[in-house]
């Protein structure tokens, strides 16, 4: 039944391929173009020097470089932004 060159084996390569190989390829291609709109996006955000007592949201540690604030007017430091946006 699955001997070499039968229709069987040719349906089951194709059905291989296209779960195995083509579905992961085009979801892994969404979550890289998914982080670099994030990138892109996190970088426009404003930079400012925080003289605020507290400290970065995501990860709790005081600023001690620039922040990236928000349209909302929160502050983060970019690295710990764009990581929370990955997640």
Known sequence: MFESGSK????MMCLHAYFKI???????????????????????????????????AICYQEFHTLARVTPCHHYFHALCHRKWLYI
């Not at 069987?8 to 349906?11: N, T």
């Open 22 to 56: 083509y579905l992961q390829a085009k979801n892994r291609w969404k979550a890289f173009m998914n982080r670099r709109t994030a990138v892109k996006k996190i970088n426009s955000l404003p930079e400012v020097k925080v003289t605020i007592d507290d400290g970065c």
């Open 8 to 11: 069987i084996r040719a349906c």
